[in-house]
């Protein structure tokens, strides 16, 4: 459990628990953080994928239906316990909807609430793209640019060469995972009916927001908020996040 889960603020008498998912290339800092940030009826925990922090000796995963599989044999006990939500950016965002899929499909079970942040629906034409970059023949320099391009990462850290090639080769198997993703749109069958929102930097490229509705009975909603890909980082965004993800919290009267 303490090797796929960072949760520094724990809270045994939460009313529920929100579990993030990092983007690609990211660890469990930023969001472990956030357990602080919010009221003592939320428990945060940070989803820590294999090939980085503790867990840098292991290989990475081969496949999204891997990492889904492991994240819900290790919390399946945790989340029949309480009432839970995601929250994923971009890749994180995928991951955290392969989890509630497979949940759902599984045990019955998902979250009362799916928070996807930068990212698009899995079956729209928007993220065909994202299937087809060439990722094995990419060179480190084409994938550190794109690093560099999205943002999110201090320069600091690129100035050291382990980091930096650690960096580049997480980033360059976290995309080939994603690009075994495959999500399609059953004409009769939505396979979610929990609420979801969307949150997409204003900067950032536009993503095909609307295609989420194909997957679940529940209502959703768009947040566009100042920024680029890592809008998020910035406080002021950080903290309207924060805001909203409690107030969705406790309307859902857990």
């Keep these: 459990m303490e090797k796929l889960v960072v949760c520094p603020y724990k809270r045994p008498n939460a009313l529920c628990r929100l579990f993030c998912f990092p983007w690609a290339g990211g660890g469990t800092s930023q969001f472990a953080q956030w357990g602080k940030l919010f009221s003592s009826s939320v428990e945060v925990s940070s989803v820590r994928l294999p090939g980085r922090e503790s867990r840098l000796k292991e290989p990475f995963a081969k496949d999204m239906t891997t990492i889904a599989n492991e ?87 690129l100035q050291n060469e382990d980091i930096k090639k650690h960096l580049v080769l997480t980033v360059r198997e ?50 566009e908020l100042p920024g680029g890909h890592f809008y998020l980082l910035e406080p002021s965004n950080e903290t309207f996040l924060i805001k909203h993800i409690t107030k969705c919290i406790e309307n859902a009267g857990l």
Excluded: M
Excluded at 112 to 139: D, M, N, Q, R, Y
């Design 174 to 223: 976290d995309i080939r995972v994603l690009q075994t993703f495959s999500f399609e749109k059953a004409e009769r069958n939505i396979p979610l009916s929990c609420d979801i929102t969307c949150f997409n930097g204003s900067e950032d490229k536009s993503r095909d927001l609307e295609a989420w509705h194909d997957v679940t009975s529940g209502d959703i909603s768009f947040y």
């Design 71 to 157: 994240i819900t044999s290790v919390l399946l006990k945790e989340l029949q316990e309480k009432p839970f939500a995601f929250f994923g950016h971009s890749f994180g965002s995928y991951i955290s909807f392969a989890v509630a899929l497979h949940l759902k499909e599984k045990y019955g079970l998902e979250p009362f609430h799916l928070f996807l942040s930068g990212a698009h629906a899995p079956h729209s034409e928007a993220f065909l793209p994202l299937k087809t970059v060439p990722i094995s023949e990419a060179k480190d320099e084409d994938v550190l640019n794109y690093i560099q391009v999205l943002g999110g990462t201090p320069a600091e850290l």
